[in-house]
C-alpha cells in the first residue's frame, strides 16, 4: 500500500519535474511561469479525479479497474451516456471529454494539423467552456474568468512551442493522482504549499504573502473548537485562502461555505486551485477578483449593504500604495464603514500606506453579531497610542469584541521581515477580559531558500491552540487583562506590559548585600555582631516576602505564596498619594523657617534648595514616588522636607501595620515594572490603576509583620548611612579636587 509520504514525494518530484521543462525553455522565474505550472497541474489533477470518479459510479467498472480499462469504457459511450455519467458525478467533478484528456494529448504528440501545441490549447480551453457555470471565477463587475487559459501565448518562440508541450505532456502521462484522492486536507495544503513556494513573492498591486499552514491551523482551532453546521466564512483579501481552508476544514467542508474577494488575479487563481484540490467546488462562485475596500463584491439579501458572516479570517497586505483611490475611500459613502479614518499619503514611500487598518474596519463591519473573526496584524499595531490604530482599538474595547491577541515569533513569515500577531474578535461573549499571549520565543529557525524562517513544531501547535481556547495564564506567556486596564493604558494590546512574573527574590539577594552593605556595617558605631545576624534572619523573610505578584487578573492564580501570609492589593495598603505642588518661592540657601524643597534633583544627591516649611505637603521619612515626567513611577525614602510638584508622598493604611521601609522596599522591587507602565504620550505620568492592582504577600501574623518591619528598618538604615558616607566621601575628594587646583594643597601632602 502506498503510503502518503509516498505520495508526496512522488507530487512533488512530478511539479519539480514541471517546473525544470520551463527552465530548459527559459521560462524559469518568468511571470508566466506561475501560470503554466498551475494550471497544467490542475489540468492533471482534473484529468484523474475524472477518471476516479467514473470508476465510482459505474457499474462496469470497480476500484480495481486500470486507467486503461476506464479510458476504454469511455471511448466506448454515446454523447447522450456520457452525458448521464457525468450527472451521476455530480456538479464538483468537471467533465472532461475524450479529446481532452491527458491520455489523448500523448497519444497525438506528433500531429501537425493541427499542431501539438494548438492541441493542448484547444484541450484546456473545451474543459474551460464545458465547466465555466462551476469552476469559474467572477470579477466585481459579474464578469466571469474561465479555469484555463491558452498557454502557448506564453511561449514566446513559436518553432519550440509543440517540444515544451511534448515534454509537459510525457511528465503528466508518468504520474496519476489516483492515490491522493482519499487522502485529508492536510496532504493536499502541503501540496499546495509546495506548488506555489516559488510564486510566492511581491507581484501585483498588493504584495501577496503567502499564510503559513501552522499560523492557519492555529486561527482554525481557535475559532472554531466545537461542531457548528452551516455557516459562512469570508475573507475579504483571501489571497491564495489558506486561512479559509484551513478553517473549512477544521469545521468541515460540507458544513461551510467560502466567501471571497482579492484584487490580485493571481491570488484568485490560487484560491480556486486551492478550493478545487480540497472538495470546496461549491465555494468557487464566491470567489470575486476585485477591489474589496473600494467595491465589495459580497452584499446582503437586500442589497443595500454589506453581507455579514458568521467568520471571518483575513492576513491583508500591511503597506502598499492605495493613493489612487484614497479620496474615494475618505469619501462619507465610506464613513460608517471606514470610522476610525483612512491613512493619509506619506510625502515619501507612497507604497508604505497601511492599508492594513482600512481591512481592520472592513472586518468589523462585516461580522454578524454573533460572528468571530482572526485578523493578522503587524505586532506594531499592538502597541500604537496614537491614529487610527489607536481608535480601532478603543473601538474594539468599547464595543467588548476582542478575545484574544497573539504575538507570533520573528521571522514567521519567511518573505517578510515585519513581526506579526493575531486579534481573535468575538462579536458573541461580550468579553470584559481579553488574553494576551506572547508567544514571541517559541519556535526555531530553518532555512527556506536563501531566507531564514521561524517554524512551530507539531508540540508547540497545540501548546498555544491549547492556552487560547482555555485562556490558560503562565508566568511570563500569557495573561488575562480587564478592559478597564487596558483602557488605563491606552489600549496597549501588548502581553509583555501586563505579563504576570513573579519575584522569587528580591532586587537586594544575599549576594548584593555581602558585597554592598556589610562592609559599611564594620565602618558604623553598632554592634556589628548583632547587626550581621539580624540581616541573616532578615534574609529568611525576604525570600518569603518576595513572593511579590505582577499580575492584574482578579481571579488571581499565582505561586505559592508561604503558610500564613495573604495576597494583598496595594491599594488596600496605600490609603492615598497626596501631591506636592509648586511652592511660592525657592530659595538658595537655608534657614531655620525653611525646609529642603524635595525634586527629583535633591532626591538624588545633586541640588539643595529650600522654601518655607509651611509652603507646602511635609514629608518626614514616608515613601516618595516620582507621578509625572521621565522619571515617574521612581521611588524615594528617607528624605524629610516639602515636596515638589512632581512627586507625591505615600500614605499607608491604617488597616496594615507596614512600615515605610517595608513598603519602600516593595516598591523599589517594582520600581522598573511600574515605569514601564507609564501612561502619557508625550509627558509620562505613574499609572495609579496598575500600582493599585499589584498583588503582594504579608504574613498574617501581626509579629511575624513587625518582625519584618525592623529587619527592613535596620537594612533601610544601613543603606542611608552608607550613601551619607558615600556623599561625605564624595564632597571631600571634590574638596580636595578643588584645593589641589588652588595651590592649597601640594601633591606632595
Excluded at 466506448?76 to 455530480?90: A, V
Excluded at 514566446?156 to 515544451?164: I, L, M, Y
Excluded at 462579536?427 to 517554524?455: C, I, P, Q
Amino acid at each position: 500500500m502506498t503510503t502518503e509520504r509516498e505520495i508526496i514525494r512522488k507530487t512533488e518530484k512530478m511539479i519539480d519535474e514541471l517546473k525544470s521543462v520551463c527552465s530548459t525553455y527559459g521560462l524559469g522565474n518568468a511571470s508566466s511561469e506561475y501560470k503554466i505550472i498551475t494550471e497544467i497541474f490542475l489540468y492533471k489533477y482534473l484529468n484523474d479525479k475524472f477518471i476516479y470518479e467514473t470508476k465510482k459510479v459505474t457499474k462496469e467498472l470497480n476500484e480495481n479497474s486500470t486507467t486503461k480499462e476506464v479510458e476504454k469504457y469511455l471511448d466506448s459511450l454515446s454523447p447522450e451516456q456520457f452525458s448521464i455519467l457525468t450527472m451521476r458525478m455530480g456538479a464538483n467533478v468537471a467533465k472532461i471529454q475524450n479529446a481532452y484528456r491527458v491520455s489523448t494529448l500523448f497519444n497525438n504528440q506528433n500531429s501537425t494539423i493541427p499542431e501539438f501545441y494548438e492541441l493542448f490549447d484547444n484541450a484546456l480551453i473545451g474543459i474551460s467552456n464545458d465547466n465555466v457555470d462551476i469552476f469559474s471565477v467572477k470579477t466585481g463587475s459579474k464578469e466571469k474568468i474561465k479555469l484555463f487559459d491558452t498557454l502557448s501565448q506564453y511561449i514566446t518562440e513559436s518553432d519550440k512551442r509543440n517540444a515544451f508541450f511534448r515534454a509537459m505532456i510525457s511528465k503528466l502521462v508518468e504520474f496519476s493522482f489516483e492515490n491522493a484522492f482519499s487522502e485529508k486536507y492536510d496532504f493536499f495544503a502541503t501540496i499546495f504549499e509546495y506548488l506555489i513556494k516559488d510564486y510566492n513573492k511581491d507581484f501585483g498591486k498588493y504584495a501577496e504573502y503567502y499564510t503559513p499552514n501552522s499560523i492557519a491551523r492555529i486561527i482554525a482551532k481557535i475559532l472554531a473548537p466545537n461542531p457548528t453546521q452551516n455557516v459562512t466564512l469570508y475573507d475579504p483579501a483571501a489571497g491564495s485562502g489558506t486561512l479559509l481552508l484551513a478553517l473549512a476544514h477544521q469545521i468541515g467542508e460540507e458544513n461551510c461555505t467560502i466567501y471571497s474577494q482579492d484584487i490580485s488575479q493571481k491570488s484568485n487563481e490560487f484560491l480556486r486551485l486551492n478550493l478545487i484540490l480540497n472538495n470546496l467546488v461549491h465555494s468557487l462562485g464566491n470567489v470575486i477578483h476585485g477591489d474589496t475596500l473600494l467595491n465589495p463584491a459580497h452584499l446582503n439579501k437586500e442589497k443595500n449593504g454589506l453581507a455579514q458572516f458568521d467568520y471571518i479570517v483575513s492576513n491583508p497586505p500591511f503597506k502598499t500604495d492605495f493613493s489612487e483611490t484614497r479620496e474615494q475611500l475618505a469619501d462619507d459613502k465610506y464613513k460608517d464603514r471606514f470610522f476610525a479614518g483612512v491613512p493619509t499619503v506619506p510625502k515619501k514611500d507612497k507604497d508604505k500606506m497601511p492599508i492594513y487598518l482600512l481591512f481592520i474596519q472592513h472586518i468589523l463591519f462585516s461580522l454578524k453579531a454573533n460572528g468571530k473573526a482572526a485578523i493578522v496584524v503587524p505586532t506594531g499595531f499592538l502597541t500604537a497610542k496614537t491614529g487610527i490604530e489607536n481608535k480601532i482599538k478603543k473601538e474594539m474595547i468599547k464595543r467588548k469584541v476582542l478575545s484574544k491577541v497573539i504575538s507570533m515569533p520573528s521571522n514567521i513569515f519567511a518573505n517578510t521581515g515585519t513581526n506579526v500577531s493575531i486579534l481573535f474578535l468575538d462579536n458573541s461573549a461580550n468579553n470584559d477580559k481579553v488574553f494576551l499571549m506572547d508567544a514571541s520565543n517559541m519556535g526555531h529557525s530553518e532555512k527556506d531558500g536563501k531566507v531564514k524562517k521561524t517554524v512551530l513544531n507539531p508540540d508547540e501547535i497545540n501548546k498555544i491552540s491549547k492556552m487560547l481556547i482555555n485562556n490558560e495564564v503562565s508566568e511570563n506567556i500569557s495573561v488575562l487583562v480587564s478592559n478597564e486596564m487596558i483602557e488605563s493604558f491606552n489600549y496597549d494590546f501588548s502581553a509583555t506590559l501586563y505579563s504576570p512574573i513573579y519575584y522569587k527574590k528580591s532586587f537586594m539577594d544575599e549576594e548584593y548585600l555581602n558585597n554592598n552593605i556589610m562592609e559599611f556595617c564594620f565602618s558604623l558605631n553598632n554592634d556589628v555582631s548583632v547587626l550581621t545576624e539580624d540581616v541573616k534572619e532578615y534574609m529568611k523573610y525576604i525570600n518569603k516576602f518576595s513572593y511579590i505578584n505582577r499580575n492584574l487578573i482578579n481571579d488571581l492564580t499565582v505561586l505559592e505564596i508561604p503558610d500564613g501570609w495573604s495576597k494583598v492589593r496595594l491599594s488596600k495598603i496605600i490609603k492615598s498619594f497626596e501631591k506636592g505642588r509648586i511652592p511660592k518661592k525657592i530659595y538658595s540657601e537655608p534657614r531655620e523657617d525653611r525646609l529642603e524643597y524635595l525634586v527629583i534633583e535633591n532626591l538624588n544627591g545633586l541640588s539643595n534648595q529650600f522654601v518655607d516649611k509651611n509652603d507646602g505637603i511635609k514629608v518626614n521619612n514616608e515613601v516618595v514616588m516620582v507621578m509625572d515626567g521621565a522619571a515617574s513611577g521612581s521611588v524615594y525614602q528617607g528624605k524629610s522636607g516639602i515636596l515638589g510638584s512632581t512627586l507625591a508622598k505615600i500614605i499607608i493604611s491604617d488597616k496594615y501595620n507596614i512600615s515605610n521601609e517595608l513598603l519602600y522596599f516593595v516598591l523599589k522591587s517594582l520600581e522598573k515594572e511600574i515605569s514601564k507602565r507609564n501612561t502619557g504620550s508625550t509627558v509620562p505620568h505613574a499609572n495609579k490603576i496598575f500600582i493599585d492592582n499589584i498583588y503582594v504577600a504579608i504574613p498574617d501574623n501581626s509579629r511575624e509583620l513587625d518582625l519584618l518591619n525592623n529587619y527592613f528598618a535596620k537594612i533601610r538604615k544601613i543603606m542611608l548611612k552608607s550613601e551619607q558616607i558615600l556623599n561625605n566621601i564624595k564632597n571631600q575628594n571634590e574638596l580636595i579636587y578643588l584645593s589641589i587646583l588652588n595651590g592649597q594643597i601640594k601633591i606632595g601632602d
